[in-house]
């Protein structure tokens, strides 16, 4: 199945001097009930910017003219009103940098930062803990240091969801293949280790692959349910036993015995070696919980991050007063790690709040305004109260949170993410509950996305305009925009509209690869879209080229390979699509 282990961590990278950022390249450029969905989803549509031109309208004589470069301008501020208004209030964190761009200057004198916004967040990360080694109090960088480890949290959980749907096929192939016999005990035990859900739903499919029973492999079945370095099997490779090290600290949340396993692990070599009956080679496999176990260990390194460093015994001045959105990103922490009811708990301070989070949150985000970061507070609210189980509370939240005119486009993506919560907890029910989502809704982005980018023109104004023009911050806010539009979109099996957004924010003059403004978490979910498109070719691009920076995703390309070459030679033709 493959030669290399995709695990995570990389070594790490001599001191930069500090670098301006980069600046624009030439040609760059179950929801609720069935009773209430529709209304609960309905929203005006863009009648400015979408409606169809008056019947007979066109060239020649008694045509209507075409409107003035003023007139469309108007019309799209009348169709983005609330847009409109959020992008020029002077709290408005694009109206503010363009006045003020002191964040801006702050970016540039950070190695950490500057990463950050090139994408690079495993550098990003690196750099953000040197700097905390020796300013532990330092909160940018906190934020920072969290910022870039939810990243890559996030990419790695896409990966794991690539893992799982090409694990599937993967499995589907090759126990139709000719030398399925020889190799049956080792599909098992890579399904065994691919079985989401709690312990005891995991023993019952291990009782249901009586092979696993075998006294060879017994021993392997025990840590493909808990990885556990002592239980490793006597013939389980040099490498295979630092990495179940590594995976049991990760499990039991032990983060400073996982950064020091992290450190010293060299995961090139095989992870193990299936011993194949009958005189048939041995073959390579990865563990499939690759990505699984990279999420959560950055999940845990963004969360060591925002612990207050211990105070000094006698300050010798008052402490700075604390960050008071520091509890969002906490959340997401929380999310990431499963613990919902904790995620509901730091939420709760934040209502409260009545000042916009800083430039170090809001960069890069979906956010510009204290309304767009309450909209963010209310969807992870939904989502948690959705993976709880909670589905009454979560519509409630929801049917208060009037959607049309009055909302901005981050707070109705906001809004449809919160919404998308229902799915992700029930993936089984995505197709059926995505097919209810209104066409509009479904074609908000990228219908928005130009003018979205002249309103903002025209609203950021100030001395420092034409810099955040350099730094496409207008584009990158549209991308992160797209990214959680898309994101529900994948959740609710939306597949089509989750392409367009997706194709729309990435970069063209780094396709299907990191850089630009490309940022691997909406580079790992196109991948996963492509696979759910069926489209196993162009994902396999994106595999190919993202390894180096998501090494989980090699095993990934060479199960998506394997497949291929299956479904070929045994006659398939779906998963050919797209090449």
């Given at each position: 199945?493959?030669?290399?282990?995709?695990?995570?961590?990389?070594?790490?990278?001599?001191?930069?001097p500090?670098?301006?950022?980069?600046?624009?390249?030439a040609?760059?450029?179950?929801?609720?009930?069935?009773?209430?969905l529709?209304?609960?989803?309905?929203?005006?549509?863009?009648?400015?910017?979408?409606?169809?031109?008056?019947?007979?309208?066109?060239?020649?004589?008694?045509?209507?003219?075409?409107?003035?470069?003023?007139?469309?301008a108007a019309?799209?501020?009348?169709?983005l009103?609330?847009?409109?208004?959020?992008?020029?209030?002077?709290?408005?964190l694009?109206?503010?940098l363009?006045?003020?761009?002191?964040?801006?200057?702050?970016?540039?004198?950070?190695?950490?930062?500057?990463?950050?916004?090139?994408?690079?967040?495993?550098?990003?990360?690196?750099a953000?803990?040197?700097?905390?080694?020796?300013?532990?109090?330092?909160?940018?960088?906190?934020?920072?240091?969290?910022?870039?480890?939810?990243?890559?949290a996030?990419?790695?959980?896409?990966?794991?969801?690539?893992?799982?749907?090409?694990?599937?096929?993967?499995?589907?192939?090759?126990?139709?293949?000719?030398?399925?016999?020889?190799?049956a005990?080792?599909?098992?035990?890579?399904?065994?280790?691919?079985?989401?859900?709690?312990?005891?739903?995991?023993?019952?499919?291990?009782?249901?692959?009586p092979?696993?029973?075998?006294?060879?492999?017994?021993?392997?079945?025990r840590v493909?349910?808990?990885p556990?370095?002592?239980?490793?099997?006597p013939?389980?490779?040099?490498?295979?036993r630092?990495?179940?090290?590594?995976?049991?600290?990760?499990?039991?949340?032990?983060?400073?015995?996982?950064?020091?396993?992290a450190?010293?692990?060299?995961?090139?070599?095989p992870?193990?070696?299936a011993?194949a009956?009958?005189?048939a080679?041995?073959?390579s496999?990865?563990?499939?919980?690759?990505?699984?176990?990279?999420?959560?260990?950055?999940?845990?390194?963004?969360g060591?991050?925002?612990?207050?460093?211990a105070?000094?015994?006698a300050?010798?001045?008052?402490?700075?007063?604390a960050?008071?959105?520091?509890?969002?990103?906490?959340?997401?922490?929380?999310?990431?790690?499963?613990?919902?009811?904790?995620a509901?708990?730091?939420?709760?301070?934040?209502?409260?709040l009545?000042?916009?989070?800083?430039a170090?949150?809001l960069?890069?985000?979906?956010?510009?305004?204290l309304?767009d970061?309450?909209a963010?507070?209310?969807?992870?609210?939904?989502?948690?109260?959705?993976?709880?189980?909670?589905?009454?509370?979560?519509?409630?939240?929801v049917?208060?949170?009037?959607?049309?005119?009055?909302?901005s486009?981050?707070?109705?993506?906001?809004?449809?993410?919160a919404?998308?919560?229902?799915?992700?907890?029930?993936?089984?029910?995505?197709?059926?509950?995505?097919a209810?989502?209104?066409?509009?809704?479904?074609?908000?982005?990228?219908?928005?996305?130009?003018?979205?980018?002249r309103?903002?023109?025209?609203?950021?104004?100030?001395p420092?305009?034409?810099?955040l023009?350099a730094?496409?911050?207008?584009?990158?806010?549209l991308?992160?925009v797209?990214y959680?539009?898309?994101e529900?979109?994948?959740?609710?099996?939306?597949?089509?509209?989750?392409?367009?957004?997706?194709?729309?924010?990435?970069?063209p003059?780094?396709?299907?690869r990191?850089?630009?403004?490309?940022?691997l978490?909406?580079?790992?979910?196109?991948?996963l879209?492509?696979?759910q498109?069926?489209?196993h070719?162009?994902?396999?691009?994106y595999?190919?080229?993202?390894?180096?920076?998501?090494?989980?995703?090699?095993?990934?390309?060479?199960?998506?390979?394997?497949?291929?070459?299956?479904?070929s030679?045994?006659?398939?033709?779906?998963?050919?699509?797209?090449?």
């Amino acid at each position: 199945m493959s030669k290399r282990s995709p695990l995570p961590p990389r070594p790490s990278s001599p001191a930069r001097p500090a670098r301006p950022l980069p600046l624009r390249r030439a040609g760059g450029g179950a929801l609720l009930r069935a009773a209430r969905l529709a209304a609960l989803l309905a929203a005006p549509a863009l009648a400015a910017c979408t409606s169809p031109a008056p019947e007979g309208a066109g060239a020649g004589a008694g045509a209507a003219p075409a409107p003035t470069a003023q007139e469309t301008a108007a019309q799209e501020r009348a169709a983005l009103g609330a847009d409109a208004r959020a992008l020029a209030a002077p709290s408005s964190l694009l109206a503010a940098l363009a006045a003020h761009p002191a964040p801006l200057d702050a970016w540039e004198a950070s190695d950490g930062w500057v990463a950050f916004f090139k994408g690079e967040v495993a550098e990003a990360a690196e750099a953000f803990a040197a700097l905390l080694a020796d300013r532990p109090s330092d909160e940018g960088a906190r934020v920072g240091a969290a910022r870039a480890h939810l990243e890559l949290a996030e990419a790695y959980a896409a990966a794991d969801a690539l893992t799982a749907r090409v694990g599937a096929d993967w499995l589907a192939v090759e126990r139709g293949s000719p030398h399925a016999a020889a190799y049956a005990e080792w599909y098992d035990w890579v399904e065994l280790a691919l079985a989401p859900g709690d312990a005891a739903a995991r023993e019952a499919l291990l009782a249901r692959l009586p092979r696993l029973a075998a006294p060879a492999l017994v021993s392997w079945a025990r840590v493909a349910l808990s990885p556990d370095p002592s239980a490793a099997p006597p013939d389980a490779s040099d490498a295979y036993r630092p990495w179940l090290a590594f995976a049991q600290a990760v499990e039991r949340g032990d983060v400073v015995k996982a950064r020091g396993l992290a450190r010293r692990l060299k995961l090139r070599a095989p992870i193990l070696v299936a011993r194949a009956a009958g005189g048939a080679p041995s073959q390579s496999l990865y563990d499939p919980r690759l990505a699984r176990v990279a999420a959560r260990y950055h999940a845990l390194e963004a969360g060591a991050a925002l612990e207050a460093p211990a105070a000094p015994a006698a300050p010798a001045a008052p402490a700075a007063p604390a960050d008071p959105w520091l509890p969002l990103l906490a959340a997401q922490v929380s999310a990431a790690l499963g613990d919902h009811a904790q995620a509901l708990a730091r939420l709760a301070p934040l209502d409260a709040l009545a000042a916009p989070p800083s430039a170090h949150h809001l960069l890069l985000s979906p956010n510009l305004t204290l309304e767009d970061a309450r909209a963010e507070v209310r969807a992870r609210r939904a989502q948690a109260l959705y993976a709880l189980g909670r589905d009454a509370e979560a519509d409630a939240l929801v049917v208060a949170w009037a959607d049309g005119a009055a909302l901005s486009t981050p707070q109705r993506v906001w809004r449809l993410w919160a919404l998308a919560g229902a799915a992700r907890a029930r993936p089984a029910r995505a197709a059926e509950l995505g097919a209810r989502v209104p066409e509009e809704l479904r074609a908000l982005l990228p219908t928005r996305r130009r003018p979205l980018a002249r309103v903002a023109a025209e609203a950021v104004q100030g001395p420092s305009a034409s810099r955040l023009s350099a730094l496409e911050l207008t584009e990158r806010w549209l991308d992160a925009v797209h990214y959680r539009f898309a994101e529900a979109a994948v959740w609710l099996d939306l597949r089509v509209p989750a392409l367009g957004a997706l194709t729309a924010a990435e970069d063209p003059s780094a396709p299907l690869r990191l850089g630009g403004r490309n940022r691997l978490p909406r580079l790992s979910l196109s991948a996963l879209n492509q696979i759910q498109l069926s489209r196993h070719r162009v994902a396999s691009k994106y595999f190919l080229r993202l390894r180096e920076d998501l090494p989980a995703l090699a095993a990934v390309a060479e199960m998506t390979g394997d497949v291929l070459s299956g479904s070929s030679f045994n006659g398939g033709g779906e998963v050919n699509a797209g090449q």
